[in-house]
């Protein structure tokens, strides 16, 4: 099993609902405490997560119309702009997986190319709604549009359920229909172990609310 150190490759994420200010000011803490790559979270906190990771090379990332990309354009469009005003780094958005599954490819184009225009984007594709075919007609899509990543899913997803093996599946077919995209690996990974294991299928990125503890393993294994 290959060593990586997994704080580097870490978007430490906190999309609960239920959130309060003192629980997003937590999350950050931990990403200072342990540098991790990014903080994720949802775009009303964009602001609170800017004033407190003034100064830190930490990415800022918002999650975007969650669990399936069903706003009106006009909506996601509104909600990237106003992330990036707010002090966004990076966007993760949602593609319209409906329109996928009825082949509407231009629409999604469109889409999806005005929000890439805004900020350096990921796409979550919602990988475990779709077949083999497509998430690789998907992750073509992504990188036509000018994303720099392409990405399974959200922790939220309800069918986010899927075993690691079946996500490693979703990776390798990520990484060949799409080559030169990054790639972000999210949903169910929750140890270090989990992480060496979607590294190894092609991640480059890793979302994960269990970070703390994905770093807690990692460090025990060095002792």
């Given amino acids: ?26 999350t950050c ?3 200072k405490r342990y540098g991790f790559r990014g903080v994720c979270v949802n775009p009303e906190w964009v602001s609170l997560v ?27 469009v509104e909600v990237a702009k106003e992330a990036k005003k707010d002090g966004a780094d990076e966007l993760d958005v949602v593609m319209n997986v409906i329109d996928l599954k009825y082949e509407r490819y231009d629409e999604i184009s469109a889409d999806l190319k005005e929000i890439c225009r805004t900020l350096p984007t990921k796409v979550i594709i919602g990988s475990g709604y779709l077949t083999d075919q ?6 073509e899509i992504v990188k036509k549009a000018g994303a720099f990543c392409v990405k399974t899913a959200t922790e939220k997803d309800p069918l986010e359920h899927i075993e690691l093996k079946e996500k490693a599946k979703h990776l390798q077919i990520m990484a060949t229909a799409a080559p030169g995209l990054k790639i972000k690996a999210s949903g169910k990974i929750k140890t270090y172990q989990d992480v060496i294991k979607v590294v190894e299928a092609g991640a480059d990125i890793v979302g994960s609310s269990s970070s703390v503890k994905i770093i807690q393993g990692y460090r025990r294994r060095k002792t």
């Avoid at 099993?1 to 580097?8: G, T």
């Avoid at 906190?14 to 937590?26: E, F, P, W």
């Avoid at 800017?50 to 706003?71: Q, T």
């Fill in 1 to 26: 099993m290959r060593k990586i150190n997994p704080a580097k490759i870490i978007d430490h994420t906190n999309i609960d609902l239920s959130a309060t200010a003192r629980d997003i000011k937590k």
């Fill in 29 to 31: 803490q931990e990403a």
């Fill in 50 to 76: 800017s004033r407190e990771l003034k100064g830190k090379k930490i990415k800022i990332c918002v999650l975007i119309d969650p669990p399936m990309g069903l706003s009106p354009h006009s909506k996601r």
């Fill in 134 to 139: 497509e998430i690789s007609k998907a992750s």
